[in-house]
């Protein structure tokens, strides 16, 4: 271990949070965005501010970016290197005919253009659209279709199943397409409106002048689950970087030395804020690995970078747990100092778990793709209690409510809600006005979608979702998206979609499929459907359980039954079935 990171490391009683109740009695946005130096009159940009402000300093050959790739090759990007790269990416961009406010999709592994496009779409005033490496062919239309992107970025591995879909894409003008195999013109042939990006880059300047902004001008969108319908677009403008660079610093307790390693994807809103927005707004380094999950390979990225603060997910971790203390044990991971966690219940047992194994206690932290940025979470100098998701960030108020938005006593359980206000919360659900106003539809307050309690410290405890969403391996999954995708297998005329609870993954994806005349129930007709689904949809979205029946339950009105046919799955209580259609 270094000295200096021996140092960080011993110094547990400087978090960068000192004291959480004076804290809420003293917090006002406005310091945060103080802090980072805005000035609004000219025009603000999150990428000036994450990149070119560092570049322009002392930190300009600061360490940005430690990648290492699956293969095991590594290679570093200061500060000053992503401002020149990011730089190109724009300036590509801006030649290509893309103006502020156009939608600019990304569709890469997580290699350094994936980081490097965000960026340079950023500063162009243009809106990213980060898409998951594991997407299918469905799932990049209905993104690429409902938000009318005008240029995609993607990577030779991955264009084809954009090729599947782009004669359904009228406003696809352009496919920017990375790493084709070397050799130019004689190498890998593109198609007509596809070009190579390191041609086109080449072309252009490693300066540029970055779009002047307002706070309220969007520069994400990322696509997320609900109930009913196809995934929605929820976007997020510059403001958010307030809300950014404020729980970064607080509740990833990044310091200047630290190396901070984020395992999320920037797909999901945890990779855009938290894996690359949010440390970069705080001048910290982050290492990214390009590889899917393994255990032994993940202990080896953090003794290979001496990774100091680390940022992961409860399956992750359960997953870790169960390969046992060996692959821990072969690697250096000493300089870790700080944990935490998103996207799902934290057991107790993992924390009880890590203390053991890492000596450290992982902190447990709560958000979603809609509010942008931390709103209820666990700070390094408050006591945590385990399986408690922690207390709001200062500056942020949560209640439990009842239908009527009244605010129930502790130990209630009830609806969580926000109140609206916080900087990154979002700001339209993209070309859907309806939905976007279900968040607010009960008066004062922003409606989460989720049930707990609160305690009388304040502590919030999550109880569930109030919805049919699922919430796998701490992906949420829509299950009409499923649905709809199974009935495009040439064997399923129906299928109701549940989640499963499962030890390792939280919820699995089940599905009841009623067999098209002519198809008889197989194990291998079941494999093909799981195959189907995770090449037209995605990796992570397909049912792992499959139940053939006669029929699936529906409503009068021919509404799927999902909570019917959860609590046959589970053995509850079958509850009102008054709207059961015969
Ligand atoms: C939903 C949001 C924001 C990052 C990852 C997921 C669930 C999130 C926790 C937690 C229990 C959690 C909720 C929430 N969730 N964090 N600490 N404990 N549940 O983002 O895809 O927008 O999903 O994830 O159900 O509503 P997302």
């Known amino acids: 271990m270094t000295m200096k990171k021996e140092i960080l490391k011993n110094n547990k009683t400087q978090p960068n949070l000192k004291d959480y109740a004076v804290a809420c009695k003293e917090f006002r946005w406005e310091d945060a965005e103080n802090e980072l130096g805005l000035s609004t009159k000219d025009g603000i940009n999150i990428a000036t501010s994450a990149i070119?402000?560092?570049?322009?300093?002392?930190?300009?050959?600061?360490?940005?970016?430690?990648?290492?790739?699956?293969?095991g090759g590594c290679k570093e990007y200061s500060f000053g290197d992503?401002?020149?790269?990011?730089?190109?990416?724009?300036?590509?961009?801006?030649?290509?005919?893309?103006?502020?406010?156009?939608?600019?999709?990304?569709?890469?592994?997580?290699?350094?253009?994936?980081?490097?496009?965000?960026?340079?779409?950023?500063k162009i005033g243009a809106v990213a659209g980060p898409m998951f490496s594991a997407f299918g062919p469905e799932a990049i239309r209905d993104r690429l279709k409902d938000s009318g992107a005008k240029v995609l970025i993607t990577d030779s591995s991955l264009r084809e199943r954009v090729h599947q879909v782009w004669d359904e894409l009228p406003d696809l003008k352009t496919v920017v397409?990375?790493?084709?195999?070397?050799?130019?013109?004689?190498?890998?042939?593109?198609?007509?409106?596809?070009?190579?990006?390191?041609?086109?880059?080449?072309?252009?300047?490693?300066?540029m002048t970055v779009e002047p902004m307002s706070l309220d001008d969007p520069f994400y969108m990322l696509y997320t689950s609900g109930?009913?319908?196809?995934?929605?677009?929820?976007?997020?403008?510059?403001?958010?970087?307030?809300?950014?660079?404020?729980?970064?610093?607080?509740?990833?307790?990044?310091?200047?030395?630290?190396?901070y390693w984020c395992s999320a994807d920037p797909g999901w809103v945890t990779g855009t804020v938290y894996g690359l927005w949010g440390p970069w707004l705080n001048g910290i380094s982050q290492v990214v690995f390009e590889g899917r999950y393994d255990a032994e390979r993940w202990y080896a990225v953090m003794e290979r970078h001496g990774v100091t603060v680390w940022y992961t997910a409860p399956t992750a971790l359960r997953m870790l747990m169960r390969a046992g203390d060996g692959p821990v044990k072969k690697c250096d991971i000493s300089a870790l100092r700080y944990i935490c966690s998103v996207g799902e219940p934290l057991n107790p047992e993992?924390?009880?778990?890590?203390?053991?194994?890492?000596?450290?206690?992982?902190?447990?932290?709560?958000?979603?793709?809609?509010?942008?940025a931390i709103m209820i979470t666990n700070y390094?100098?408050?006591?945590?209690?385990?399986?408690?998701?922690?207390?709001?960030?200062?500056g942020v108020k949560a209640a439990i409510i009842d239908a009527q938005g009244r605010e129930l006593p502790p130990g209630s359980s009830g609806i969580l809600a926000l109140k609206p206000g916080w900087p990154s919360i979002m700001r339209s659900i993209w070309k859907d006005k309806e939905r976007y106003d279900e968040y607010f539809k009960i008066p004062g307050w922003y409606t989460t979608g989720d049930t707990a309690h609160m305690d009388t410290d304040g502590y919030f405890w999550f109880i569930g979702r109030a919805d049919d969403v699922i919430m796998t391996a701490g992906h949420r999954v829509g299950p009409f998206e499923v649905e709809s995708a199974l009935v495009e297998h040439r064997a399923v005329v129906e299928a109701g979609v549940i989640g499963k609870p499962d030890p390792d993954r939280g919820q699995i994806i089940k599905a009841f499929l009623v067999l098209r005349e002519g198809f008889n129930p197989s194990d291998e007709l079941k494999e093909d459907i799981k195959e189907f689904i995770?090449?037209?949809?995605?990796?992570?979205?397909?049912?792992?359980?499959?139940?053939?029946?006669?029929?699936?339950?529906?409503?009068?009105?021919?509404?799927?039954?999902?909570?019917?046919?959860?609590?046959?799955?589970?053995?509850?209580?079958?509850?009102?079935?008054?709207?059961?259609?015969?």
């Open 380 to 394: 390094p100098s408050m006591p945590v209690r385990p399986g408690s998701m922690g207390r709001p960030f200062p």
């Open 177 to 207: 397409v990375t790493r084709t195999v070397e050799g130019g013109g004689g190498g890998e042939k593109l198609w007509k409106r596809e070009v190579r990006y390191e041609e086109e880059i080449e072309k252009e300047s490693h300066h």
């Open 52 to 71: 070119d402000t560092h570049a322009a300093s002392w930190r300009k050959n600061k360490v940005a970016l430690y990648w290492e790739g699956a293969d």
């Open 82 to 122: 992503l401002q020149r790269e990011s730089n190109r990416v724009g300036n590509m961009l801006r030649s290509l005919g893309v103006r502020k406010g156009d939608r600019v999709f990304v569709f890469l592994p997580r290699i350094p253009e994936l980081f490097i496009s965000i960026i340079g779409i950023a």
């Open 227 to 259: 109930t009913t319908g196809k995934p929605k677009g929820v976007v997020h403008v510059h403001h958010d970087m307030i809300s950014h660079y404020i729980t970064t610093k607080w509740v990833l307790d990044l310091q200047e030395e630290d190396v």
């Open 534 to 582: 995770k090449h037209r949809l995605s990796g992570h979205a397909y049912p792992k359980e499959i139940d053939f029946c006669e029929s699936v339950p529906k409503t009068r009105s021919g509404k799927i039954m999902r909570r019917l046919l959860k609590a046959r799955e589970l053995g509850l209580p079958e509850g009102d079935l008054s709207t059961l259609e015969d």
């Open 350 to 372: 993992v924390i009880r778990w890590g203390m053991d194994v890492y000596g450290l206690c992982i902190h447990d932290t709560w958000w979603q793709t809609e509010t942008g």
